[in-house]
């Protein structure tokens, strides 16, 4: 259920923690981190919320925030946080987003796990982050997938394809990338295509848009003749599970990986940092389950 931070109770559990956006919707936040404190031995007795603020509301709601013990970050607020916290990890100034804070004695930090949950997702069903890869998007979530498969790789080969409008944008990516591996002494090759323009013959291909996702499910970022000649395919999109992309990929003998997986990751990463929580992949992996199966059953 969906909550305003005006109307949550006064004095709140030792262990309550939230997730914040605008609108809300029907996030999968809370039916993810309430089974990942269940599997989480001795956390203890936990509440997690679900927050409607809205930009206009962020700032005067930052003193009730700094009474839980950590939250959730989506959109629009992962960038508007950032002047309201007294920290950022690392992570989360080189990109300047943030999706979870941890409050240390009141001291609110600021941190990304997005790059966790993509690095992860793709361990888990065994597709390495290297070889020839294809980014689609130059937003935020294929700027973090970019720069993760950029770390993976001694001499990385990344092409950014974007639609004809987002290209200055893939370029400025593309630039971004090079300019880290200049100061790495680093060796690579990186390009930018248009989208609609891009070959296949990649060892892994990423969606980073939102294209494929409800209620539009039957649209695919590529064609099928793109995914013949590609090895591995992730998508971020996770509603649907299966997207056109994934079952296209499928039909062309490709692996592929969903976006729940990464879901799922970058909220388990949020329970270690907030109190150095351990799961087992089994119980990971038993968990995207479920979030399908309770995501189907609300957009059903």
């Not at 970050?73 to 508007?80: D, G, N, R, Y």
């Not at 946080?81 to 007294?86: A, G, M, N, W, Y």
């Not at 290209?167 to 990338?177: F, G, I, R, Y």
């Not at 494929?212 to 649209?219: L, Q, R, S, T, V």
């Amino acid at each position: 259920m969906n909550e305003k931070i005006n109307c949550i109770e006064t004095n709140l559990p030792a262990r309550s923690f939230a997730v914040i956006g605008h609108p809300i919707g029907h996030t999968m936040s809370p039916f993810i981190h309430n089974k990942l404190f269940a599997l989480s031995n001795g956390c203890g007795a936990v509440s997690y919320h679900a927050l409607d603020i809205s930009p206009e509301e962020l700032e005067s709601s930052m003193p009730r925030l700094r009474e839980f013990s950590g939250f959730n970050i989506t959109i629009p607020h992962k960038q508007a946080i950032i002047p309201h916290l007294d920290n950022l990890d690392a992570k989360a100034a080189f990109f300047h987003s943030v999706n979870t804070v941890k409050n240390e004695n009141g001291r609110l930090t600021g941190y990304t796990t997005d790059g966790a949950g993509f690095t992860r997702a793709l361990e888990s069903a065994g597709v390495p982050l290297t070889g020839r890869i294809a980014i689609l998007g130059a937003g935020g979530a294929s700027r973090v997938m970019a720069f993760e498969a950029l770390d993976a790789a001694q001499e990385p080969d990344i092409t950014i394809a974007a639609r004809e409008h987002s290209l200055p944008a893939a370029q400025a990516l593309c630039n971004e990338l090079e300019q880290v591996l200049q100061n790495q002494g680093r060796k690579g090759r990186l390009s930018v295509a248009r989208l609609d323009a891009l070959s296949g013959g990649f060892d892994l291909l990423v969606n980073g848009t939102p294209v494929g996702m409800y209620p539009h499910a039957d649209a695919s970022p590529v064609s099928a003749g793109v995914l013949a000649h590609c090895a591995a395919v992730f998508d971020a999109v996770y509603n649907p599970d299966q997207t056109m992309l994934l079952r296209l990929a499928k039909e062309n003998g490709a692996k592929t990986v969903g976006g729940m997986r990464m879901l799922v990751g970058q909220a388990a990463a949020a329970h270690e940092i907030w109190y150095g929580a351990t799961f087992r992949e089994s119980d990971i992996d038993a968990l995207c389950r479920e979030a399908v199966e309770e995501m189907e059953r609300i957009f059903a």
